[in-house]
Each structure stands twice: as structure tokens, then as C-alpha cells.
């Protein structure tokens, strides 16, 4: 992937979020993305601001998330 930092609008639901990822990675479809926020998966219909808000790391104020794929069919 390109960019490690990604800045994104509060109002932006999560799914949204997933769906810019998978484009950037290049992702086929029968590949599942999976993202997560402190070994937790949030809700697609979150909001990033919401999100940010619960998960945010204290010292730097940077929401970091992790994601993993796998093939889902075949």
C-alpha cells in the first residue's frame, strides 16, 4: 500500500473506510478485508469519528488500525 497515514472525514462510516482500503490494495473479489481497532472489529455502520473517539491512543491522539485478508472462495 502506498500510504500508512490515512486521513479521513468523521462523518465517514467505517464500510466506506474498508471499501477505499480494499481499492487501494487491489483486493479480488473473493477476498475478504478484515480491520481492526485494538484487536477489535468495529461495526461497518460506525462512524470513523465515533470510533476515533472510543479507540484513540492517549499519548499521540492517532487512531491505529490493523488489517488482515483472506481468500473467502476457492
Do not use: W
Given at each position: ?14 464500510g466506506q473506510f474498508i471499501f477505499i482500503l ?30 476515533y473517539d472510543s479507540y484513540k491512543d492517549k ?10 485478508s483472506e481468500k473467502t472462495f476457492g
Amino acid at each position: 500500500m502506498e500510504k500508512r497515514k490515512y486521513l479521513v472525514p468523521c462523518d465517514m462510516p467505517v464500510g466506506q473506510f474498508i471499501f477505499i482500503l480494499r481499492s487501494r490494495l487491489h483486493l479480488s473479489p473473493g477476498t475478504a478485508l478484515f480491520v481492526f481497532v485494538r484487536d477489535t472489529l468495529p461495526q461497518t455502520a460506525n462512524l470513523m469519528g465515533s470510533v476515533y473517539d472510543s479507540y484513540k491512543d492517549k499519548q499521540d491522539g492517532f487512531l491505529y488500525m490493523c488489517y488482515s485478508s483472506e481468500k473467502t472462495f476457492g
